[in-house]
């Protein structure tokens, strides 16, 4: 069983920066497949970005590209998610989760292909 604690969100302006972390316990960090997502007030959930197990790879939402990097350190179970330029419309709960380490590229984006899920950080943007 993983546990996922995400922390470091907060209150920033349009256009700030801001980064949030998740760190793991409890399982072996080094084998999931972990993304983040996030759900506005009124919205369902999105997908946001995710990173695979070696950090090889990442994939972001075309909303969110250019402007936010996911990245991952093994030797501390914890991932990351950098997110610059923030918008009043990204006002939301982030999430981090944790799937298999085999997930197609497609499957990375889908919900329902990760196993644990964190209680979320709140970030509001204001205008």
């Known amino acids: 069983q993983v546990q996922l604690v995400e922390s470091g969100g907060g209150l920033v302006q349009a256009g700030d920066s801001l980064r949030v972390s998740c760190a793991a316990s409890?399982?072996?960090?080094?084998?999931?497949?972990m993304a983040w997502f996030r759900q506005a007030p009124g919205k369902e959930r999105e997908f946001v970005a995710v990173?695979?197990?070696?950090?090889?790879?990442?994939f972001y939402a075309d909303s969110v590209k250019g402007r936010f990097t996911i990245s991952r350190e093994n030797a501390k179970n914890t991932v990351y998610l950098y997110m610059n330029d923030l918008k009043p419309e990204e006002t939301a709960v982030y999430y981090c989760?944790?799937?298999?380490?085999?997930?197609?590229?497609?499957?990375?984006?889908?919900?329902?292909?990760?196993?644990?899920w964190g209680q979320g950080t709140q970030v509001t943007v204001s205008s």
């Open positions: 989760a944790a799937g298999p380490a085999a997930l197609t590229a497609q499957d990375m984006t889908k919900q329902k292909s990760y196993i644990y």
């Open positions: 990173i695979t197990w070696n950090g090889g790879r990442t």
């Open positions: 409890g399982g072996t960090f080094g084998i999931y497949t």
